[in-house]
Antibody, heavy 119, light 107 residues
Framework: EVQLQESGPGLVKPSQSLSLTCSVTGYSITSNYWGWIRKFPGNKMEWMGYISYSGSTSYNPSLKSRISITRDTSKNQFFLQLNSVTTEDTATYYC?????????????WGQGTLVTVSS | DIQMTQSPASLSASLGETVTIECRASEDIYNGLAWYQQKPGKSPQLLIYNANSLHTGVPSRFSGSGSGTQYSLKINSLQSEDVASYFCQQYYDYPWTFGGGTKLELK
């Protein structure tokens, strides 16, 4: 059974970079699509982007200048980096395995990690 | 971006009741829609994809329907374990977008 686990700092200062790791067990990240989604206080959800089985990426245009999703296939991990964060980036961040032709729907999710942006 | 308007924002229902949650897209999304359930402190769980396909292991009391811009999630015979938040997600066009969520409580 596939399992995903987010890890990373829970507190980031404004203007710094947010870096999270998603560790995957039970399935290779060289198959399917692997995404990042965040949930803001107040419950709004935002799709941030994905990395595909081939390593190609797609990002939400609202984040395109600040976001990078990469992977380490030897460790079966993929990563989120979000630059120049502000308090508006405070959210619970989820990694997920996506199905469908283009990483359409999210069938398996990590438990989520709360990241607070504050000085 | 495609806007997803979900209604109602909150809902109170009795055990055994049938509940319907709606999601309206700002343009035709051609059945590119998923529904998720999220319980407090837990990660979202996929219920429905392609508007009406039940995800593996999801009880058959959950069903999805709709077309064009209007979609719905129906829960038959509400159980106590169905108390949760529910939200829709479109994947017809990038960026994928989510509805605002519906919080379902027991009456």
């Amino acid at each position: 059974e596939v399992q995903l686990q987010e890890s990373g700092p829970g507190l980031v200062k404004p203007s710094q970079s947010l870096s999270l790791t998603c560790s995957v067990t039970g399935y290779s990240i060289t198959s399917n699509y692997w995404g990042w989604i965040r949930k803001f206080p107040g419950n709004k959800m935002e799709w941030m982007g994905y990395i595909s089985y081939s390593g190609s990426t797609s990002y939400n245009p609202s984040l395109k200048s600040r976001i990078s999703i990469t992977r380490d296939t030897s460790k079966n991990q993929f990563f989120l980096q979000l630059n120049s964060v502000t308090t508006e980036d405070t959210a619970t961040y989820y990694c997920a395995r996506a199905y469908g032709s283009y990483g359409d729907w999210f069938a398996y999710w990590g438990q989520g990690t709360l990241v607070t942006v504050s000085s | 971006d495609i806007q997803m308007t979900q209604s109602p924002a909150s809902l109170s229902a009795s055990l055994g009741e049938t509940v319907t949650i709606e999601c309206r897209a700002s343009e035709d999304i051609y059945n590119g829609l998923a529904w998720y359930q999220q319980k407090p402190g837990k990660s979202p769980q996929l219920l429905i994809y392609n508007a009406n396909s039940l995800h593996t292991g999801v009880p058959s009391r959950f069903s999805g329907s709709g077309s064009g811009t209007q979609y719905s999630l129906k829960i038959n015979s509400l159980q106590s374990e169905d108390v949760a938040s529910y939200f829709c997600q479109q994947y017809y066009d990038y960026p994928w977008t989510f509805g605002g969520g519906t919080k379902l409580e027991l009456k």
